[in-house]
């Protein structure tokens, strides 16, 4: 089949541009669900590009659930791929929701640690505040007095038409301002979606076992009851997931929280099948899905499935927690839920805030600090590696070149809370696994942040951490 692709040779990214234009006719319905495409070879001949840019295209739109390829059957778009797009007269009944890893406020840091290798928390010391500073003050300088009134519930119509840009370029979600709650960071979201729920009949929510743990009051404060369902190297077990009888789902697929896989292809499919076959909602946790250093970040779940799915993310990891700004993209009928929440219990969020992240979005210079970050955070992670590799060979590091933190899966047989109070006697503070499981036994493991350390000191830590792992 022949395909009518338009490329802007003049910006460069020709592979993401293919994988835009191939995931739009998609969502638009020109490619049917079943569709052959044609060969990498082929299209790269129509379109004039080389192979490799329509490889990595493909290779894109399989890992986010949108095209399946089979050895002898080519290329083809995913059964599940098509939903129909949110509409404002959606049914109540049709819900999903996913939301949030490590949104909680971690522990008082411990005395005598000086290494505080926890996970969760970006560096800080990188906040741009002149940037923040010389924004606001443009922002003073030209809002209208009118933006100084009480706000829209559900956020400034500033912020959330140029987050729904964004999501859609950068996270491939399915999006509109109507559709946007602008949240105090994540763990508003987490302590209002299952609430709302709640009131709408569900009593259960799965989530991802092991999952962080902070957030395990929040969500229980709401009155819903959590059922754990095992993780293993392609996800959530949705197998396991559809034997607990839920119909409302917590997980983390771009990056799980701890474990750092990546929710496959095949489980992507199976999710959305099981979604849309017990009328679920799935609430996606997109917590540090802008950082993927091993390639371009995987799409959001909701983009596969947005009248099914909530996307819940802030700007916590990339910026700071302080600021307490997220957002729900939400399926219309529980976005106007959420905006209504937001009116009875706080009247909507804090305004100046708002355009001043809007204004760092539309001018692109949210954009090129996250490219410095990411460039930062994977050095980083490289050297937190390396240091393993050459310390502590015996250990293994789960999960994706992605994220904040790394999973390090200890030696059989190893006291998981003996390595943690080792280390933290030595200066170094890691978190064990075990209090994040809900039900499920596993490997001893810990969790280690290296955001907030430069290579040299990350190797200082490791070099204490090979000492409490093997004294």
């Known amino acids: 089949m022949d395909l009518h692709l338009t490329l802007d040779r003049s910006t460069g990214r020709l592979a993401v541009q293919v994988a835009d234009g191939l995931r739009d006719l998609v969502r ?130 500033r912020l959330r038409t140029e987050l729904a840009g964004y999501l859609a370029r950068v996270r491939a979600a399915v999006t509109e301002p109507d559709t946007v709650v602008i949240t105090a960071g994540v763990a508003h979201a987490l302590a209002t979606v299952p609430r709302v729920l709640g009131e709408e009949g569900h009593r259960l929510l799965a989530v991802e076992d092991p999952l962080a743990h902070q957030q395990l009051p929040l969500i229980r404060a709401t009155g819903i009851r959590l059922v754990g369902v095992p993780v293993d190297e392609e996800g959530i077990d949705v197998a396991a997931l559809a034997r607990t009888r839920a119909r409302a789902l917590l997980i983390t697929p771009a990056h799980q929280f701890p474990t750092g896989v990546v929710l496959s292809p095949r489980r992507r499919a199976a999710l959305v099948e099981w979604a849309r076959a017990v009328d679920a909602v799935i609430i996606e946790d997109d917590y540090d899905g802008e950082f993927r250093y091993d390639r371009d970040p995987v799409g959001c779940l909701q983009g596969l499935a947005p009248e099914r799915v909530v996307l819940a993310g802030s700007v916590s990891k990339a910026l700071s927690p302080a600021l307490r700004l997220g957002w729900a993209v939400a399926p219309p009928w529980l976005a106007h839920r959420l905006r209504a929440a937001r009116a009875l219990y706080d009247l909507g969020p804090a305004v100046l805030d708002q355009h001043v992240l809007a204004r760092l979005i539309a001018t692109g210079a949210y954009d090129r600090y996250l490219r410095g970050m990411r460039r930062r955070y994977r050095d980083r992670r490289d050297a937190f590696a390396a240091a393993l590799t050459r310390r502590l060979p015996q250990v293994r590091v789960h999960g994706v070149s992605a994220g904040l933190h790394a999973y390090v899966e200890l030696p059989a047989g190893t006291d998981e809370a003996e390595v943690v109070a080792r280390a933290a006697a030595l200066g170094v503070a890691v978190e064990g696994v075990a209090p994040m499981r809900v039900r499920h036994p596993g490997p001893p493991a810990i969790v280690v942040g290296y955001a907030r350390l430069p290579e040299r000191r990350l190797a200082e830590a490791v070099d204490l951490l090979a000492r409490a792992v093997a004294p």
């Open 28 to 157: 638009r319905g020109t490619l049917t669900p079943g569709r052959r495409l044609p060969s990498t070879r082929d299209l790269a001949d129509d379109l004039k590009v080389s192979r490799g840019v329509v490889v990595t295209a493909y290779e894109q739109l399989v890992a986010e659930g949108f095209l399946v390829s089979r050895q002898g059957d080519g290329t083809r778009v995913a059964r599940t791929a098509a939903s129909p797009p949110p509409t404002a007269t959606g049914s109540a009944h049709r819900r999903v929701l996913r939301l949030a890893a490590g949104t909680a406020a971690g522990p008082v840091d411990p005395p005598g640690i000086a290494y505080d290798l926890r996970p969760g928390k970006p560096d800080l010391t990188s906040f741009p505040r002149d940037l923040w500073a010389a924004t606001t003050r443009d922002v003073l300088r030209d809002l209208p007095y009118a933006e100084l009134n009480y706000p829209d519930p559900a956020g400034t119509r």
